[in-house]
C-alpha cells in the first residue's frame, strides 16, 4: 500500500515520519529527493538555472537553495515555474524507490503530493495539519527565517482546506508529541498496519 503524507510546511510531517518508520513501513523524504535531483550537474538544476538564472549558483556550481527560494516564492508564476521543473524528476525518482521498497506499506511524505501529481501513485493519502500561528513559529524555528520569510513559504502553499478536503485522512497536530502519537496511532489502525 502506498500511503501520500502531505500538508503545510511547519505542520509537522517530518515528525510523524519519525513515528511511522518502522519494519513495515518504507518512508520516502520527497524533499530529501528534490535535493538529490538538484545536485551539482543534474539535468533538473540545469534546467533550474536557464529559468532563475546563475545566480541561484554557489561559487562551487552547487544550488544556493536560499536564493532559489527567495525567487521561486515571490510570486504563483515563478513557483509554478519551480515545479513544472522539478516535479517531472521528483517523480521518476519516487518510482525508482516504491520499486526498490521491501515493506508492505510506502509512505510518500510529500509537500507537494497534489501539485506534483504523486498523489497519482498512491492508494490513501494522509494531511498533516496545524494552526497557522503554530506552523509559523514552528517554520521561523527550524529553518533559521524571518516572520516575513515564514509567510513568503506558507503564502505559495495551498490552504489548510485543501488539504482537509483532498486527502484521506487527517492528523492534527496542534499538541505535545505524546497527543501526535495518538495521533498516530489512531492512523496506523484505520489503514489496518499492525
Do not use: W
Request: hydrophobic share 40%.
Amino acid at each position: 500500500m502506498i500511503i501520500g503524507l502531505t500538508g503545510q510546511t511547519g505542520a509537522g510531517k517530518s515528525e510523524v515520519c519519525k513515528l511511522l518508520n518502522n519494519d513495515k513501513i518504507t518512508v520516502i523524504n520527497c524533499d530529501l529527493l528534490a535535493r538529490k535531483i538538484t545536485e551539482k550537474g543534474s539535468e533538473a538544476l540545469n534546467e533550474l538555472v536557464l529559468a532563475f538564472g546563475k545566480q541561484i549558483l554557489c561559487k562551487d556550481k552547487t544550488l544556493d537553495r536560499k536564493k532559489l527560494a527567495s525567487l521561486a516564492f515571490k510570486d504563483k508564476q515563478s513557483t509554478q515555474l519551480l515545479n513544472k521543473i522539478t516535479h517531472p524528476h521528483i517523480i521518476n525518482e519516487i518510482k525508482k524507490q516504491i520499486i526498490n521498497a521491501n515493506t508492505e506499506y510506502t509512505i510518500l511524505d510529500a509537500p507537494t503530493l497534489f501539485e506534483s501529481g504523486a498523489d497519482k501513485l498512491c492508494d490513501k493519502t494522509v494531511a498533516v495539519i496545524a494552526d497557522e500561528n503554530i506552523r509559523i513559529n514552528r517554520i521561523i524555528k527550524r529553518d533559521n527565517l524571518s516572520r516575513e520569510d515564514a509567510l513568503l513559504r506558507l503564502s505559495a502553499q495551498k490552504g489548510q482546506s485543501f488539504f482537509v478536503n483532498n486527502c484521506d485522512y487527517i492528523i492534527k497536530n496542534d499538541g505535545d508529541l505524546s497527543a501526535l502519537k495518538n495521533e498516530v496511532q489512531s492512523l496506523l489502525k484505520n489503514l489496518g498496519v499492525n
